[in-house]
């Protein structure tokens, strides 16, 4: 229950930090830690080197761009639920970010962390997508921009090389009706399944390898959940079609 | 970094949990450790004044900054700070082993809102595991604090007590 050896690493800019991440072989980022710490104490991930971006200044800004809400790569979930400029242009980031595990984690966890350990079931990697939002990556060669629906590419994987640093993500503005929903054993665990509406864009999460746009009429459809101890793959589907109902209920 | 407002430094190694740290190198063992992965919220101490698992972070990401600890809230002799007063006062504890968690759970709940209705408490306490009291009387104490706290807006103790308990707290969805 204690990490493994790894060289740590703590640059103090984003281009030191991409550096790093070019040149090093097999290097993790870390930011928040609240899923990549428990990764390491149980030694299911076992890199040689961590690149600790907290201390780079300017990653933890939080802007209104383009329609929508930038979220620097810093930026702690708690300071995205509190934030009154979420609450007003994409009111769905702060649902979502509500029921990522408790307070004291979100004191910690970051939402581009989230994106980029793209657990299937967590809240904010189907809520980027439901939104049709994007992220922006940067390494030695420059910016690009993956989005959503190109950046899960299976069970706690992305489309980021490894070179590559998340430094912001980008979440348009929703206006429309829009709802979050979740089954889960116990309150702030990870959901058995789960669905979140933006207008008539339905995503599910918990259900694939990676949170999925679904047909709000027959969310079900296609789906091949898997089971275990806690849920059926029946159970997760009847979950589907109950929590979408919910969304749609909205 | 500063522990208690004392400064140290920070170790060597790494792969030092703040946990660890808190409790081998600098003897802190008031910072409980259950299970090292973030869920049961027994570890938790107040980084830069808000509550975070110490099982979650690496002590070398603490220099810098300022870390508190349960026995960095009342110093020996002096009066018990007010959560820890209330946990006294309502038997907010049996074995103890989860105690440091919740109340530095709780110190970081009041500071953001001294007057937090039942749901907030509820939702305040959910990310701290105990296995002896049922919950009842941890959440009476944090009403209690919010009362005894100079900032507390003097809830009336024991509005809890004739609501039934153990509810599961999925009231968000």
Partial sequence: MKPPPFEYHAPATV????ALLASLEDAKVLAGGQSLVPLLNFRLARPQHLVDINRIGGLDRMYERDGGIAVGALVRQAAVE?????????????????????????????????LAHADPASELPAALLVLGGHVVVRSTLGDRTIPADSLFAGVMETALAPDELMVEAWFPAVAEKFAISEESRRHGDFALAGA?????????????PTPVLADPRDPARGLRPSGDLEASPDFRLHLVRVLTERVLAA | ????????????????????????????????????????????????GAPVRSCLMLAVQAEGHEVTTVEGLAADGAPLHPVQQAFHECHALQCGFCTPGFVMSVVGLLKENSNPSEQEINEGISGNLCRCT??????????????????????????????????RGKDRS
């Avoid at chain 2, 009476?140 to 007590?161: I, K, N, T």
Wanted: charged share 20%; aromatic share 2%.
């Fill in chain 1, 15 to 18: 281009e030191e930090a991409c």
């Fill in chain 1, 82 to 114: 509190d934030s009154p400029l979420v609450a007003r242009v994409c009111p769905l980031l702060g649902d979502a970010i509500r029921l990522v595990a408790h307070r004291v984690i979100r004191n910690r966890g970051t939402v581009c962390g989230s």
């Fill in chain 2, 1 to 48: 970094m500063k522990v208690n407002g004392v400064a140290h430094p920070a170790p060597n190694d790494p792969r030092r949990l703040l946990s660890d740290h808190l409790r081998h190198d600098l003897g802190l063992t008031g910072t409980h450790v259950g299970c090292e992965h973030g869920v049961c919220g027994c570890c938790t101490v107040l980084f830069d």
């Fill in chain 2, 134 to 167: 049922g919950y009842a009387s941890i959440r009476r104490a944090v009403e209690r604090a919010a009362s005894l706290s100079p900032s507390g807006a003097g809830r009336a103790q024991g509005a809890l007590s004739n609501k039934r308990v153990g509810e």
């Fill in chain 1, 196 to 208: 979140v509406r933006a207008g008539d864009r339905l995503a599910l999460f918990g259900v694939a």
